[in-house]
């Protein structure tokens, strides 16, 4: 699970960095999410009927959207490569009620899910963190039962590109080399910082098309005036927290999340 390198310097970041991710994030179990202050799934309605699916999460994290879709009526299994975050996800269930199958394990390789064990799968905010992308999104497309829809939110590319708070604007570099974000923030393992993976729009499209999937919708949504809400209507945006809103201006002109919504199709 953990033999390359890269991929014990991004369970270490989550490890070390859990703790503080999950007490000032602030992220509904009763909707979706999809990223910070965009629209959640009572909103856009792109995971189809949920009672009686068998779903899948990954890069669960806090399991918070497995936690909404258990209590929607799913059958949940979530998977994240974080023990720290998988320890949060269960104290979180826990708390709430909600059944849900939580597993350590990387999500480029599922080697304990036969062929065609999924309904749905759901994956906010964690194929970024993804070296293989085709391999990984070729499993992926294993465990789906045909007809079976994946739901993916990741990074938008444009997050690649450093934001000028004094002109306002985006400072777009090279998008067709997009670059790789290397944590500093976290401590190093063997060396090895964690990294972020920036994939243009065409090259998640190819990849999901190239592992199998139709893609039938993509995504780039816009944030909640947030500076407008109320404090109830606030408490109803699916993903916040006080560094998101304090970005609001970024993110009111640059998608940081784009979703991709594709049915495994043969």
């Known amino acids: ?30 909707d979706v999410h999809y990223g910070p202050l965009i629209p959640g799934e009572r909103d856009l309605h792109l995971l189809g009927d949920i009672p009686g699916k068998r779903v899948l999460e990954l890069a669960c994290g806090g399991a918070q959207n497995s936690i909404a879709l258990a209590k929607w009526g799913a059958t949940v299994t979530a998977v994240d ?9 269960r104290d979180l269930a826990r708390s709430e009620g909600a059944d849900v199958a939580l597993i350590q394990a990387d999500i480029e390789r599922l080697p304990m899910f036969p062929d065609e064990s999924f309904d749905t799968i759901v994956s906010s905010n964690g194929i970024e963190f993804v070296p293989d992308i085709e391999g990984c999104l070729r499993e992926w497309h294993r465990v789906m039962r045909r007809d079976g829809i994946a739901v993916i939110s990741t990074v938008h590319p444009l997050g690649a ?17 997009l670059p790789v974000e290397v944590w500093h923030d976290v401590g ?5 910082r964690g990294l972020t993976f920036f994939r243009t729009v065409e090259e998640m499209f190819s990849t999901l098309t190239g592992a199998g999937f139709s893609v039938e919708r993509i995504l780039e949504p816009v944030p909640y005036p ?40 043969g």
Do not use: C
């Open 226 to 265: 947030i500076h407008r809400m109320t404090n109830a209507e606030k408490a109803k945006v699916p993903y916040r927290g006080t560094t998101w809103e304090s970005d609001y201006q970024r993110l009111s002109k640059a998608p940081f999340n784009i979703i991709y919504v594709a049915r495994r199709s």
């Open 1 to 30: 699970m953990t033999d390359f390198p890269l991929k014990r310097a991004v369970k270490s970041g989550w490890d070390e960095m859990s703790d503080r991710y999950q007490r000032h994030a602030l992220i509904s179990t009763d």
């Open 161 to 177: 590109f450093e934001w000028d708070e004094e002109q306002g604007a985006l400072l777009v570099g090279n998008y067709f080399n």
């Open 81 to 89: 490569l974080s023990s720290n975050q998988l320890a949060h996800a």
């Open 188 to 192: 190093e393992t063997d060396g090895q």
